[in-house]
């Protein structure tokens, strides 16, 4: 591909539609957020105003439960102090408002980086064919993953991925749905850690993911350079960070062949979401791979830690006996796929001159979660639950076309939703203190004829956590122990499910007409109120936390990445860097009778 090929979506039109899009999503946000204060006019319409009062935004929206602004894309303009309309410019728009937002002088230039970069990806989606909706809801399960288009629903500067030039991004990038060959290194054992659940271990794992004529050139490759392969674990990496990262921050280890670079694997795989996971496409039934990715995306540098990688088997295992053994996991058909192995390189020079936490400390590990290929029965497909999110160019929704196909009510398909998804979610808070991410590209939909028959969670070592300070932990498992304040410990729903999920799904099917917001809300508290019967043993509990309360605290993830955007949460205390501001009123306080 040439040059200026590469960039053939960087065009006039795709770009300015691609910033009002950005614009809209920024006003919307930002404003839940309260870092702006939209004043309403006499026309109808809301304006915000520059820094310095020398530019206003004006434009229409409606605003919906938990003060979600449905801000209309085509109808924002941009004027100077004459009133003079000026054209949009995603830029200047922070730049702008820079101080409302809380944007230091080194924040800014960093931030307007990961901006631009996320207006170049939503720009090469709008330079696609479009898919509608409705095809996109029968397609198969790494179609949809690649077809989604709008990244976190929250955070406004969702797809930066500072590092990826041009051509790593057409490369690596999930939507532009190119395959990619892992590329295998040889680590000394001395220098690796490689842990596996109880019924799995190191020789069964490898001979399951390559071929034995694979592993047959891997072998050839070390005994050439008059090495033992015994003394050695394989180790998958993301191609860009051996070229980039491995092959230079790593050079020690390579020359001293404590690291040996074998070449690519085999397999076709395809990125997922989260960017540095992959799944098999030439065998779905094999394991997805998680890599290290010394790349800035959304406030992290996604790195995986090599001390952390020890115990992710055992705190999977831990889990999954959890999930098999309990009643109500099982009736709602519940379940996770387990990370099952993985592997972590351990850098001596490194680690000696940082500090726990360090992304040095993050760039050469791995791990293999399980595949949900094989869990599907005849007649069920499967689709990322950020899919109930996903609006075509036209405007036509992904929920709506699978409400379409089930020929079930609007409300009839949504319970059966929350039962499958919220239910577990509530489970895990009240019978085990335990809490997800659950948010939509860490859970799977399982799908028959359009409707959710059951959920499965991933992304587990790195995203559960126990609140319980009396909880009894296997040894290996003690990590996942966080110390929250009790006033904090329910908005691990409140924030992940209602705020950063439901509040976005409620505004589509109210857009589309197919449910009112009152429908809906009592559909959610419906939900709830049908678990909380189920486990009358846990009523001091759901009196203790309560699902129905008044309002619960508004925490704000874009001014978390506004404040830090390299680190924006320390992962050793996440309770302690949340950003609350304000309250929400409870979209289904006052609910919790409707039912009886």
């Given at each position: 591909m040439s040059p200026r090929d590469a960039v053939a979506h960087l065009t006039p039109d795709l770009w300015d539609r691609a910033g009002r899009l950005l614009i809209r999503k920024a006003l919307a946000e930002f404003t839940h957020e309260r870092l702006l204060a939209p004043e309403l006019g006499p026309d109808g319409r809301y304006a915000v105003t520059s820094d310095d009062g020398a530019v206003t935004y004006r434009f229409a929206a409606r605003v919906l439960s938990l003060d979600h602004w449905l801000v209309e894309a085509d109808s924002i303009t941009r004027h100077d102090r004459t009133g003079t309309e000026l054209p949009l410019d995603a830029l200047d728009f922070f730049i702008e408002l820079s101080e409302r937002l809380g944007l230091s002088e080194d924040v800014l230039p960093v931030y307007l980086e990961e901006i631009s970069s996320t207006l170049s990806g939503t720009a090469f989606k709008l330079a696609g064919e479009p898919v509608g909706a409705a095809q996109l809801a029968k397609s198969g399960f790494q179609e949809i993953e690649t077809g989604m288009t709008e990244g976190h629903p929250c955070f406004v500067a969702n797809n930066g991925r500072l590092g990826f030039g041009i051509h790593e991004y057409l490369s690596y990038a999930p939507e532009t749905a190119s395959p990619v060959h892992l590329i295998w290194l040889a680590a000394r054992r001395d220098r690796s850690t490689f842990t596996t659940s109880a019924d799995l271990d190191y020789d069964a794992l490898i001979h399951s993911e390559l071929s034995e004529q694979t592993r047959a050139r891997f072998a050839q490759t070390l005994t050439d350079l008059g090495l033992d392969p015994a003394d050695y674990h394989l180790l998958p990496v993301h191609p860009w960070q051996w070229w980039n990262k491995l092959s230079v921050s790593f050079a020690a280890e390579v020359a001293r062949q404590h690291l040996v670079c074998l070449g690519p694997g085999d397999d076709e795989h395809l990125a997922q979401q989260s960017i540095r996971t992959f799944f098999n496409t030439s065998d779905p039934s094999k394991h997805y791979v998680k890599t290290a990715l010394s790349v800035l995306n959304m406030g992290f540098m996604r790195g995986l830690s090599a001390a952390y990688m020890e115990a992710t088997p055992a705190i999977n295992d831990w889990l999954a006996g959890l999930v098999s053994a309990d009643d109500t996991f099982r009736s709602c058909g519940f379940s996770i796929i387990r990370e099952r192995a993985a592997i972590g390189y351990h850098h001596r020079q490194y680690e000696a001159a940082t500090a726990k936490g360090s992304p040095y400390r993050k760039m050469l590990a791995a791990l293999w979660r399980e595949s949900p290929v094989p869990t599907l029965e005849p007649g069920q497909r499967l689709a990322t639950m950020a899919s109930l999110l996903h609006t075509d160019p036209d405007?036509?929704?992904?929920?709506?076309?699978?409400?379409?196909?089930?020929?079930?009510?609007?409300?009839?398909?949504?319970?059966?939703?929350?039962?499958?998804?919220?239910?577990?979610?509530?489970?895990?808070?009240?019978?085990?203190?335990?809490?997800?991410?659950?948010?939509?590209?860490?859970?799977?939909?399982?799908?028959?004829?359009?409707?959710?028959?059951?959920?499965?969670?991933?992304?587990?070592?790195?995203?559960?956590?126990?609140m319980d300070p009396t909880a009894v932990l296997p040894p290996t498992v003690e990590r996942i122990r966080v110390d929250v304040p009790e006033d904090k410990k329910l908005l691990s729903i409140f924030t992940d499910v209602f705020d950063c999920f439901l509040r976005f799904l409620n505004g589509i099917l109210v857009t589309e007409g197919l449910l009112e917001e009152d429908t809906f809300w009592q559909t959610v508290a419906d939900s709830?109120?049908?678990?909380?019967?189920?486990a009358p043993h846990l009523a001091d509990k759901f009196a203790q936390y309560d699902m129905f309360t008044e309002d619960f605290a508004l925490s704000c993830l874009n001014r978390l990445q506004l404040r830090n955007n390299r680190e924006m949460v320390d992962l050793q205390d996440p309770a302690g860097a949340l950003q609350l501001i304000g309250t929400l009123r409870n979209p289904i306080a006052g609910l919790g009778r409707a039912a009886d």
């Open positions: 405007g036509a929704s992904f929920v709506s076309a699978l409400i379409e196909e089930s020929g079930l009510t609007p409300a009839t398909w949504l319970r059966r939703y929350l039962d499958a998804y919220l239910t577990p979610v509530l489970h895990s808070f009240y019978a085990y203190d335990l809490v997800f991410m659950p948010h939509g590209e860490n859970v799977i939909l399982v799908i028959e004829d359009g409707a959710v028959q059951r959920v499965i969670f991933k992304d587990i070592a790195e995203e559960i956590a126990v709830v109120l049908s678990y909380q019967r189920s």
